[in-house]
């Protein structure tokens, strides 16, 4: 495996990605019965090192290769970085449960190696844990736009609005964006969609000799995992949807970022009273006496940046207004992430200081990966045309939720996509076996619980859900709760989920 490159902060907000290129549809699959797919059985070795993240001992690592488009199966192909760690108790085994990582833009190969040994001990070893790189990622087939730096930064490669609100620089930038995939992206990143990564899931099940999958999707990964359940509801096992956005085949990414600003509304108010918390006042953290003062100081720091940049301690990247509200975006994600923002609001306060800037913000993101992210969720769905009223529905957007600044309802590369033909995304409905879980936070920042409601409402009676009192995005094994964590667990092994819809308070 090849081509590892590092994370983008960007990554935690499956809901906010923007832009790519030509979409490759596959052909045609037919509900209840489609064809086996052929796929050889996979050659697994040991996987190389993941910067970052120790690789498990006993993870195996090996390639898939697939059809660049499924249409024309015997043309060119291809390559899928696939990865597995196999059961400790293997007369416990039940199958495979394969783990899909969030984005667009998450690796599969660095989710099993980090959430590996969790899940292999709460699961009691039922399955052999399999993860892939989708196309475009890590270790599988990359491609790009050859994007000017300046253009790779999460910033930029995000249409937060100039500083009074205006969209001009963004609606330039999101054109030449498009024009560089359209011109250098190719085949290749036309191929980047939620439906070819859900047939490439079903010749990875093949290949693995699999008659069914279970399935753990986080993030924008849930929403791939009910399309694969949708065009292949006779080959999934059990099935755990983690943090879910609104399905409607309409809209899908672009609904997805609609949805940011009530969604970063919402949970902000948890920040607010950690922040006032006098326990931060050891820390040198307490922003405020009282919880509803936080909010207010934030915006505040936010517009005196907009007006005059703060030099940080990586030269030639100013601390701005959209950065701060980039970084505190980011930092909702887990209440993990408080203290860094608190920090760095700190550090921003002080006017003989140079705030340092959280990692995922302090440079450019590759190409190849901001390529990615962008292509799927353009490749997805037609977005609203240049001339559709960005403008105004950033303006109204803008004083509705403050907290950011109209970038939910800005013009996106997507708005000046090119297509080959009109995209369809699947349309999430009711038919299909009753073998869903939904696990899903009530604050969460980036997929929150109305668009997660949407994804219960389509499933009918195949799902049941179970909302969480903890705060953050990705509720299974580290960000939710001990109550969350049994309930899913529990029904990956035995398959009992909850007789209706319920909930774990904390």
Same mark, same amino acid.
């Given at each position: ?329 980011? +930092? @909702?994600?887990?209440? *993990?992430?408080?203290?860094?923002? %608190?920090?760095?609001? !700190?550090? &921003?306060?002080?006017? #003989?200081? =140079? ?85 899903? +936070? @009530?604050?969460?920042? *980036?997929?929150?619980?109305?668009? %997660?409601?949407?994804? !219960?409402? &389509?499933?009918?009676? #195949?799902? =049941? ?42």
């Amino acid at each position: 495996m090849t081509n590892w490159t590092r994370k983008a902060l960007l990554l935690s907000v499956s809901a906010a990605a923007v832009a790519g290129t030509l979409t490759a549809a596959g052909a045609p699959v037919a509900h209840g019965r489609p064809a086996e797919p052929i796929a050889p059985p996979l050659a697994w070795g040991p996987c190389e090192p993941i910067p970052g993240t120790p690789v498990p001992a006993g993870q195996q690592c090996a390639t898939l290769r697939v059809p660049l488009d499924y249409r024309v199966p015997g043309g060119p192909g291809v390559d899928l970085a696939v990865t597995r760690l196999r059961t400790d108790r293997p007369e416990a085994r039940r199958g495979t449960l394969l783990v899909l990582a969030g984005g667009p833009g998450g690796s599969g190969v660095r989710r099993v190696a980090q959430k590996g040994g969790a899940l292999r001990a709460a699961t009691d070893g039922a399955y052999d844990l399999v993860g892939l790189d989708p196309r475009g990622v890590g270790g599988s087939t990359r491609a790009n736009c050859a994007l000017p730096e300046a253009d790779r930064h999460v910033v930029t490669l995000r249409s937060w609005p100039a500083a009074d609100g205006s969209i001009t620089e963004n609606t330039e930038r999101s054109r030449r964006t498009a024009a560089s995939c359209a011109r250098n992206g190719g085949p290749v990143l036309g191929s980047f969609s939620s439906r070819n990564q859900a047939r490439d899931i079903d010749r990875l099940r093949a290949a693995l000799g699999e008659r069914k999958l279970s399935v753990w999707g986080h993030s924008y990964g849930s929403y791939v995992a009910a399309v694969y359940a949708q065009e292949h509801p006779n080959r999934v096992d059990r099935l755990v949807l983690d943090s879910t956005g609104d399905p409607d085949p309409t809209r899908v990414g672009y609904g997805w970022m609609a949805n940011v600003g009530p969604a970063v509304a919402l949970r902000f108010p948890d920040f607010a009273a950690w922040a006032a918390d006098p326990a931060r006042e050891a820390e040198g953290l307490r922003l405020a006496r009282r919880a509803e003062d936080v909010e207010p100081l934030f915006l505040a720091l936010a517009r005196e940046l907009d007006r005059e940049p703060r030099e940080s301690e990586v030269p030639g990247v100013p601390l701005t207004g959209n950065l701060l509200r980039q970084a505190l975006h980011s +930092s @909702l994600d887990s209440d *993990a992430g408080f203290a860094p923002l %608190a920090r760095l609001i !700190r550090s &921003a306060q002080d006017p #003989r200081g =140079r705030p340092a800037l959280p990692p995922g913000l302090a440079g450019a993101i590759p190409d190849e990966d901001a390529s990615v992210m962008m292509a799927v969720i353009c490749n997805d769905v037609r977005w609203p045309g240049p001339d559709s009223g960005y403008a105004g529905r950033v303006a109204a957007d803008r004083a509705r939720y403050p907290l950011t600044a109209g970038l939910p309802a800005n013009i996106a590369p997507c708005a000046f996509w090119k297509y080959d033909r009109e995209p369809k995304p699947v349309r999430i409905t009711d038919e299909g076996p009753s073998n869903v879980l939904m696990v899903q +936070s @009530l604050r969460d920042p *980036a997929t929150p619980l109305a668009g %997660a409601l949407r994804m !219960r409402a &389509a499933l009918g009676d #195949r799902a =049941r859900m179970v909302t969480v009192g903890q705060g953050g995005h990705g509720m299974y094994l580290g960000n939710g709760n001990a109550c969350g964590d049994r309930t899913v667990s529990t029904f990956l092994v035995t398959g009992k989920r909850p007789a209706r819809d319920s909930h774990c308070p904390n």
